[in-house]
């Protein structure tokens, strides 16, 4: 039977408004039909405490249509979104011929002119980015100056106060594979221009902290450095060749929210400690002071003022809401999560709190493709940042072909009926024997990866026979390549006992003190050992990603860095260029090579070009954007359908960016297991299909930069 949505999903060009949706029914499903306008933005949201009046009756808790109940005499949620509002104001104003008419400055003129019609010689900036910054835009320079604009300035103003009361934060939607770092760039363009060229201007700024959730995304977001050899602005050509200089003004600061943590000036031990404490029994001050910290964390950034911050990843950055009295109570993993969640926005906003008051936050920018409050943070998890002002979905991102779409493949060695079990698997295998482990590799002991539940074995081979039958079609079409299979796992103990199955390991010695050969690894293409001689492999076929890994020193092996010796040059003369330091490549430890490796999957010629399979526990569930993967397999427990976006998102990058003959991308598809995603809940048949290879033209840096061609502005 065909599936109109699922052999056709794209309605819309990724470069123009999008004029069709599908209609999806109560529970989230393609109906398969097409309605002829742009989808509308539909969100449950926390409202401020309306302020008390004088004989106004007691406002008791209300109960939305649905019966969700979510509000409390403590909290309110609005059930309407002002995302629909603003986004009829900037549809009003992108429409308007005359550049005169914009109300904003000569320089955001040029910029929105470039971004909407330039012709650009690689990808050009999706509808979508072009969007999330003239919404930024317009609400900077063009609101303020209009009835209605000003109206949704206090709307904004209202939300920040009730939940960030030290900071004015914006948050930008984008779906995951939407290019939200191209976004970043853009809004970095647009404000260090017009600091440039109107100094006295309290709505821009040259200063930029850029804050990231972790050290995969921290290192993907060097790209925002105007000297890094990749830099967006002149690579992606996002800025005219004649504005390039002013963009080189920008300090820019990167760095993960865990910086902000107060470290120990003095190490001191216990009976030291003691000792300083003395008869007063006052505790020694050994920790970093909030100026200290913030000179260790952002020295380029001290002394200016008005710096505009950037959240990447921005859902995991809130003020916690006091609990109310009669919340239930989390348990068990749920409670351990929620906990996760708000010890890590609690250092995140506090950091940024700090920033505020030493040097001065104009702005808070949050990017995320789920700005939704998480677990713990004491508002209904799952409900969109009030602030948030631009929208583009999931959904719309699929219609518009701009990420794959997730579906679950029929597999053959699997009975139809028994299908359910494998969609969420992890809630299958909690009864089955033998029993995963619950806790990380540390408390779990030792553990036989030949072991696995039957279940779990049974998912790995479904899966990853429809793998090798996409990777030999990519052979065929001759892609440089390989297919790339992610797995991601509740805890360090699985993923190690997933890995070990999968890509082999070194059997112990016998009782006699000799030695069994290696078990080479139940899926061939996924094998670490060579199937003749039964050493491992020098280049590894499998990479296992997980925090206990990267501090081992065996996550490599010995013979890599001979192996991989052009690469590893490679990248040190890219450290080089961008630190601007000729010893700053000097000591690469394997730590950095290893997340080099992992942050170059997929990439030609590069220290991960080769690697097929990534298992992983939770550093894959946001800011690696590898766009050769094909299968994802989850290992874990899945609370919310946020968690499984964030997820399924890491498989939803485009490999291609080629129009076809109607002027649309042409489907490619992700196909998964084991997480309960909303858009992959009815199986379908889908055989594995040749990618088109991509063919990159750039110059050869930097022994050819005197030979690169200017051409004036047009």
């Not at 858009?679 to 110059?699: D, L, S, W």
Request: hydrophobic letters at 35%.
């Amino acid at each position: 039977m065909s599936n109109p949505f699922f052999d056709h999903p794209i309605l819309n060009s990724p470069y123009a408004y999008p004029a069709r949706h599908w209609e999806l029914d109560d529970d989230g499903q393609p109906t398969q039909d097409i309605i002829e306008t742009r989808r509308r933005a539909k969100f449950i949201t926390p409202i401020p405490k309306p302020k008390k009046r004088k004989g106004a009756a007691k406002q008791e808790g209300f109960v939305f249509e649905d019966g969700a109940g979510l509000s409390t005499k403590e909290q309110q949620y609005d059930p309407t979104s002002i995302i629909n509002e603003v986004r009829g104001h900037v549809d009003s104003w992108r429409s308007m011929p005359n550049p005169n008419q914009w109300q904003v400055t000569p320089e955001t003129a040029r910029l929105l002119q470039h971004w909407r019609h330039h012709k650009f010689n690689d990808i050009r900036p999706f509808f979508c980015q072009v969007e999330a910054v003239e919404t930024a835009i317009w609400l900077t320079e063009v609101a303020p100056q209009s009835k209605h604009g000003k109206r949704i300035l206090e709307h904004l103003d209202a939300a920040n106060k009730d939940a960030n009361p030290e900071l004015m934060r914006l948050a930008l939607k984008l779906a995951t594979g939407a290019g939200k770092t191209t976004v970043m760039a853009m809004i970095i363009a647009w404000q260090t221009i017009n600091a440039a060229r109107h100094s006295g201007s309290k709505n821009f700024t040259r200063g930029f902290l850029i804050c990231a959730p972790g050290l995969t995304i921290k290192d993907r977001l060097r790209v925002l450095q105007p000297n890094d050899p990749n830099s967006y602005y002149k690579d992606r050509e996002l800025v005219p060749g004649d504005m390039l200089d002013d963009v080189k003004r920008a300090k820019i600061v990167i760095t993960n929210y865990h910086a902000f943590k107060m470290r120990e000036r003095i190490e001191l031990s216990k009976g030291n400690r003691q000792l300083l404490q003395g008869r007063t029994g006052e505790e020694p001050k050994t920790l970093e002071t909030e100026g200290q910290m913030l000179q260790r964390v952002m020295p380029d950034l001290m002394g200016m003022k008005n710096i505009l911050v950037i959240n990447d990843e921005a859902h995991h950055c809130y003020r916690e809401k006091p609990k109310d009295a009669d919340e239930e109570a989390l348990k068990g993993d749920e409670k351990k999560e929620a906990e996760k969640n708000s010890e890590a926005a609690r250092l995140w906003i506090t950091g940024l709190e700090a920033v505020n008051r030493k040097l001065g936050v104009a702005r808070v920018m949050d990017l995320s493709a789920t700005p939704f409050f998480l677990s713990g943070s004491g508002y209904a998890e799952g409900t969109l940042f009030p602030w948030t002002m631009s929208d583009f979905s999931l959904m719309d991102a699929i219609e518009c072909g701009i990420v794959k779409l997730p579906r679950v493949p029929v597999a053959q060695n699997i009975p139809g009926q028994e299908m359910p079990m494998f969609r969420n698997l992890w809630e299958n295998l909690k009864d089955a024997q033998p029993r995963l482990p619950r806790g990380g590799r540390t408390v779990a002991g030792e553990l036989d990866p030949l072991n696995l539940p039957t279940l779990l074995q049974t998912a790995l081979q479904a899966l990853y026979g429809h793998y090798e039958k996409t990777f030999n079609k990519w052979v065929e079409s001759g892609i440089k390549v390989p297919p790339c299979f992610i797995i991601v796992c509740q805890n360090t103990a699985i993923s190690k006992l997933v890995y070990d199955f999968i890509s082999g390991f070194q059997r112990k010695p016998n009782e006699d003190g000799t030695t069994p050969p290696p078990f080479l690894g139940a899926l061939p293409l996924f094998r670490n050992f060579d199937e003749t001689t039964g050493n491992p492999l020098p280049r590894p076929n499998t990479l296992l990603i997980d925090s206990e890994q990267l501090e081992a020193g065996d996550a490599l092996d010995e013979n890599f860095r001979g192996m991989a010796a052009d690469e590893i040059a490679q990248f040190r003369r890219e450290i080089v260029e961008r630190a601007q330091d000729v010893h700053a490549g000097d000591n690469i430890t394997d730590q950095e090579l290893l997340r080099e490796v992992m942050n170059t999957v997929g990439k030609p010629e590069r220290l991960g070009g080769s690697i097929r399979c990534v298992v992983s526990v939770s550093m894959l569930t946001e800011g690696w954007d590898a766009n050769t993967v094909t299968h994802v397999l989850g290992i874990r427990a899945f609370g919310t359908q946020l968690l499984c976006e964030q997820v399924i998102g890491r498989a939803l990058r485009r490999q291609s960016y080629e129009l076809n003959e109607e002027g649309l991308f042409n489907v490619e598809y992700a196909d998964v297991f084991g997480i309960p995603f909303d858009f992959t809940a009815k199986p379908v048949i889908g055989p594995p299909q040749p990618p088109r290879e991509t063919v990159q033209v750039k110059a050869m840096r930097p022994e050819r930069d005197a030979l690169e061609i200017h051409l004036p502005p047009c």
